[in-house]
Structures are given as structure tokens and as C-alpha cells.
């Protein structure tokens, strides 16, 4: 543990984390570890450093999107993990190491001489923290595992999209950053236990878990009940009304008042209240066995309305509604403005970046978004000079050595 950095806010500004990992499942763990002002030292193979670099959909002047996002608030530092002399630079700096985040395929570590049982003899306080496809342990734990693996093998293709179609991908990477939120939990869990009684210890996620324990009483449904759960596209099965809905300008609008209480609320908003009391819709059971009647019939009233006068007859009498958001509504929309969900950085390349604030809030203790993700190798002479002690001679000789 540090002295907490003045240049870092948030409650973990006195914790020191080794980043090993690439792409998604470590190096999200690490941003959230650096979103509440750990110092995050990502290390990097020198000359091509993480694929996250290139990774996105849009990258205007050459640059990748994603990259100043999951890399932001962290240092960069270049080294060779498959050399003598880089894993023993590591070993150096493990003995100041709270946490280390790596997600390789399990053994790559000891092949490395940087397993466990190694660096827990150099420094018993350490934290490592192991993302996979499959666990540390089992009879596929060598396997080779992307997130979209984990996410079928973990229950959640199978149920996602329209049943007409093969099972789909959600839209983002969300094994891979299911993963990574369960070890930051646990490397958090792991810290406490170690304030405790001063032990490190191996937090193991994998991610066909990290998607399993998502999903609700999949298995036991099945288990007890015989019953599997499939697509069933927008709509919720049995759970109506919780669809979206067309309004007269050709706009989607989100409703959700499947509790009685909500219910009554949007019969009244319709003009129709004496459907709180039809024996078809009054409770939750009823308007399950009837949602594709009742979903047409909403359907039907919610075309009469443009979305803006719908929306506002919606909240006012307390029925949950809302607009399918993209990006473009994000940046506009005031709510995300006034709790400054998104925060605009400065950027070498493109001037400025708008991306997502830190969540959760914290009263006492907030992190915050310093800076954007480094460019590769920013932080090499820092990271040696100032923590490892290394003179100027030597860094070049590791430079020019490959090393780093």
C-alpha cells in the first residue's frame, strides 16, 4: 500500500496495480480500479503494445476510439514479459504492488517464472487478480476463451434476440466486462480481508461464471420446473406491459407498468381505467396469459400520440416510460448533462473526447476521469526512475536491449 497520490482522488488513491492483461476483461478491471484513483501501471509489449490500440468501429487518424476509454487514468509502461531480464523488472515491481491484473491464458504466468507461489514469496500481500475464459482450474481451463465463448458456454446467447433468428451477440462485450466487474469485486473483497490479516491472496474469474451469475434462476428453472428459457425478442415472457412501442411520428417509446399499481395508472392515462378491473388484465397473472392482446391494444393507442406529448402524459401519471437512447440523445439529453455523465478530456489526436463518467457516485470519496488512455510507453522512465531507482544509463541499456 502507498501514500496516497494527491493527484488521484478517490478511495483507493494509496493502491498500487500492475496491469498484464490486454483487451478487455483485465484491462476494464483496471479501469474501474483507476476510476476510483488506484495508480494503474499497464504493462506493454514494446513497439506494439496492447491490440486495444487499434480495436473499434471509427478510428479517425489512424487511432482507435476504445483505447482513450479503457486505458484511461493509467500509466503506460513498455517491457518484454518474455525475457529474463523483463520479468525481473516486474519482480522489482512487485515488491510495491497492492494488486496485479493479468487475464492470459492460464499457465502463461508461470511459464513467465511470474505465477502465484512466485510472487507471493516476494511480496505475501499481493493481490492477483486472474481473468479467463474458463478459471485457473477444471478440465478446460488451457482452452483458449473470448468473451463471446463464455457468453454462450454461461447461458446468455442462447436467450438473446428474436426467436425467428440464431442466438445474437447483446451489442457489446459483455462477458468480458461482466468478468472484469466480478474481479474488481473481488480485488476489492480480497483488499479488505487483506486489511484484516495482512494475507494476499488469488481472486479467479472467469468469464462463463461471470455470465452464469447473471442469469436469474436460469438453472433452476430448469432444474426443478423442466422449463428452458428462450428468445423472445423485446418482450419479457409473461411480463406485460414491458415493450417498446411505436408513437404516431414514427418514434419508439419504452413502457414498463406491469405491477397493478403502474397499471392502473397508464388504464387511467389511456382513458380506458375500467381495464384495471377486467378479469383479463387486473393482475400481474392475468395480463401474462393475455400480453399479446394487451400489447396490441397498447400498441394500437400509443400510434394515436406523437412520442413528446406521450411521454409527458406517461410521467405525469407515474407510468415508467423511455426513449431508446443512442449516443446522438446521450450528448444532448439534459438529466445526463446535470449529473455530468459524460466528461470531455483533452486529446492530443482529436482535440477533445466526450466518453462515460465514473460510476458508481461515492459522496466522500469520488473518483473522477483524469486523463485519456497514454500513448505506449509514456510512463517507461518514470516507472523506472522514480519507483524501481534506475539510472538514466540503465534505462537506456534496457532500452536498446529490447527490454523495454
Not at 439529453?333 to 463518467?357: C, T, W, Y
Request: hydrophobic content about 40%; glycine content about 10%; proline content about 5%.
Amino acid at each position: 500500500m502507498q501514500q496516497a497520490d494527491a493527484t488521484r482522488q478517490g478511495p483507493l488513491s494509496n493502491i498500487r496495480v500492475l496491469e498484464m492483461g490486454q483487451l478487455l476483461a483485465g484491462p476494464f478491471c483496471g479501469q474501474l480500479l483507476a476510476d476510483f484513483g488506484a495508480e494503474v501501471i499497464k504493462c506493454e509489449q514494446p513497439g506494439l503494445g496492447d491490440p486495444m490500440r487499434v480495436w473499434g468501429q471509427e478510428k479517425p487518424h489512424g487511432k482507435s476510439l476504445w483505447w482513450p476509454v479503457v486505458a484511461r487514468n493509467k500509466k503506460s509502461l513498455t517491457i518484454n514479459l518474455r525475457t529474463p531480464e523483463g520479468q525481473a523488472l516486474v519482480k522489482e515491481l512487485i515488491k510495491s504492488t497492492d494488486i496485479l491484473v493479468e487475464n492470459f491464458r492460464p499457465g502463461t504466468m508461470e511459464r513467465w517464472n511470474l505465477g502465484y507461489k512466485e510472487l507471493k514469496a516476494i511480496n505475501p500481500r499481493l493481490i492477483m487478480v486472474r481473468v479467463s475464459g474458463y478459471g485457473q482450474t477444471g478440465p478446460y481451463s488451457t482452452r483458449a476463451g473470448y468473451g463471446s465463448i463464455g457468453e454462450a458456454m454461461g447461458g446468455l446467447r442462447y436467450v438473446v434476440g428474436d426467436p425467428s433468428t440464431a442466438p445474437s451477440r447483446v451489442g457489446i462485450s459483455i462477458g468480458d466486462e461482466l468478468a472484469a466487474t466480478y474481479a474488481c469485486m473481488g480485488a476489492l473483497m480480497a483488499l479488505h480481508h487483506r486489511n484484516e490479516t495482512g494475507e494476499g491472496q488469488v481472486v479467479d474469474s472467469a468469464i462463463y461464471e461471470s455470465v452464469l451469475a447473471m442469469m436469474e434462476s436460469l438453472v433452476s428453472e430448469y432444474d426443478v420446473g423442466g422449463y428452458t428459457r428462450e428468445r423472445t425478442g423485446a418482450t419479457l415472457p409473461n411480463i406485460s406491459p414491458s415493450n417498446v412501442f411505436e408513437t404516431r411520428d414514427g418514434k419508439m417509446l419504452l413502457i414498463a407498468a406491469n405491477q397493478d399499481t403502474v397499471f392502473r395508472r397508464l388504464a387511467a392515462a389511456m382513458g380506458r381505467p375500467e381495464m384495471a378491473t377486467d378479469d383479463r388484465y387486473a393482475t400481474h397473472t392475468a395480463r401474462g396469459a393475455n400480453m399479446t392482446e394487451l400489447d396490441g391494444m397498447i400498441a394500437d393507442w400509443t400510434k394515436t400520440i406523437d412520442l413528446e406529448p406521450l411521454q409527458d402524459l406517461l410521467e405525469r401519471n407515474g407510468v415508467p416510460c423511455g426513449l431508446i437512447y443512442t449516443a446522438a440523445d446521450m450528448l444532448e439529453d439534459p438529466h445526463f448533462k446535470a449529473r455530468e455523465a459524460i466528461v470531455e478530456l483533452p486529446h492530443k489526436d482529436f482535440g477533445s473526447i466526450r466518453m462515460q463518467n465514473v460510476a458508481p457516485r461515492l459522496s466522500r470519496t469520488p473518483g473522477a476521469v483524469r486523463h485519456a488512455g497514454p500513448d505506449l510507453g509514456e510512463h517507461t522512465d518514470h516507472v523506472l526512475r522514480d519507483i524501481l531507482s534506475a539510472t538514466e544509463d540503465r534505462i537506456e541499456e534496457l532500452r536498446a536491449a529490447g527490454i523495454v
